[in-house]
């Protein structure tokens, strides 16, 4: 039972470049989120989606892009990396519409120098 | 918009006391969710316990229980018989009506031994 997957675990990457985080549950989650976490700063949400084919805007979505092709993936772009954005990574699914509990990845680490 | 307020950074209990987290939030909705998350040092986020906004009986789960008060906005956790394994940072989060969910910055329980 793999829940919510997130690779790569660990990841270092130099101001300007891009990457992508990926993301996927097989809950058949409709709900699917990203947050990040800093020191002192608690978990803030960057990007969300209700279903494929709709996303929309956390609390800090600058500097990141999503899209929500399927139920499973839902993967989060950096296009040009930036050290603010150093912080651990955690996406997070939940079924539409019930209580809310979320379901979390593991977390990733990001690192940009 | 909806915000989350921990006003305790930080927190120690000596084990088997108990101890109560506050958390007070921001919203002009009448239905929503409340939960507590527990994040350990292994950096999985783990539900605690959740409230219904309309249900006015305290949630309650083995030795994890909440003091809900709505009008006040206030969903404070308590601990009861504080184990060594309870160590760890405890967010509040509040469940909006657009399905997103917001976290407070958190609290670190120490217990001590």
């Known amino acids: 039972n793999a829940g919510v997957t997130q690779t790569p675990k660990f990841q270092v990457l130099k101001t300007g470049q891009s990457m992508t985080l990926q993301c996927a549950q097989d809950?058949?989650?409709?709900?699917m989120s990203w947050y990040r976490q800093d020191p002192g700063m608690g978990l803030r949400l960057i990007h969300y989606s209700v279903g494929a084919g709709i996303t929309d805007q956390g609390e800090v979505p600058n500097g990141y892009n999503v899209s929500r092709s399927t139920t499973e993936d839902f993967p989060l772009r950096l296009l040009s990396a930036a050290p603010s954005q150093t912080s651990v990574y955690f996406c997070?699914?939940?079924?539409?519409?019930?209580?809310?509990?979320?379901?979390f990845g593991e977390g990733s680490r990001l690192t940009v120098l | 918009a909806q915000t989350v307020t921990q006003s305790q950074p930080e927190m120690s209990v000596q084990e088997a006391e108990t101890v109560t987290l506050s958390c007070t939030y921001d919203t002009s909705e009448s239905d929503y969710y409340l939960f507590w998350y527990k994040q350990p040092p292994s950096r999985q986020m783990i539900l605690v316990i959740r409230q219904e906004a309309y249900k006015q009986q305290n949630a309650t789960e083995n030795r994890f229980s909440v003091n809900f008060q709505k009008a006040a906005k206030s969903f404070s956790l308590k601990i009861s018989d504080s184990q060594l394994g309870d160590a760890a940072m405890y967010f509040c989060?509040?469940?909006?009506?657009?399905?997103?969910?917001?976290f407070g910055k958190g609290t670190r329980l120490h217990i001590l031994p």
């Open positions: 809950m058949n989650h409709e709900y």
């Open positions: 997070a699914s939940r079924i539409a519409g019930n209580t809310g509990e979320l379901f």
């Open positions: 989060a509040y469940r909006q009506i657009d399905d997103k969910i917001i």
